[in-house]
């Protein structure tokens, strides 16, 4: 096996390890309270101590689920980077002549 394929494959583990782990972490139970949809405002959210609402878009994305989007835009960045070196791979070895 290639350094760059083991390199890849602890890379890949690591991030699902992370990933799995903060899907544990959280706890589900204070996020689905309801059985239907229900409207969660999304302006004029802050009171008058600049304290987000609890019930507002901005508190729930951020606050409640801002570590689940993190792991997610952390896993989108790797997906981009590693199609840009299939790319740059495949581009390399071409023999088209």
Same mark, same amino acid.
């Given at each position: 096996?290639?350094?760059?394929?083991?390199?890849?494959?602890?890379?890949?583990?690591?991030?699902?390890?992370?990933?799995?782990?903060?899907?544990?972490?959280?706890?589900?139970?204070?996020?689905?309270?309801?059985?239907?949809?229900?409207?969660?405002?999304? =302006?004029?959210?802050?009171?008058?101590?600049?304290?987000? =609402?609890?019930?507002?878009?901005?508190?729930?994305?951020?606050?409640?689920?801002?570590?689940?989007?993190?792991?997610?835009?952390?896993?989108?960045?790797?997906?981009?980077?590693?199609?840009?070196?299939?790319?740059?791979?495949?581009?390399?070895? =071409? =023999?088209?002549?």
């Amino acid at each position: 096996m290639s350094k760059k394929v083991a390199i890849g494959v602890a890379v890949a583990a690591l991030l699902m390890v992370v990933c799995v782990t903060s899907v544990f972490a959280t706890d589900w139970n204070d996020y689905m309270n309801y059985d239907e949809p229900q409207d969660i405002p999304f =302006d004029d959210v802050v009171d008058e101590e600049g304290d987000l =609402d609890e019930s507002s878009l901005n508190y729930n994305l951020f606050e409640k689920y801002g570590p689940v989007i993190l792991i997610l835009a952390v896993l989108m960045f790797g997906a981009m980077i590693g199609g840009v070196c299939i790319a740059r791979e495949e581009g390399e070895q =071409d =023999d088209s002549n």
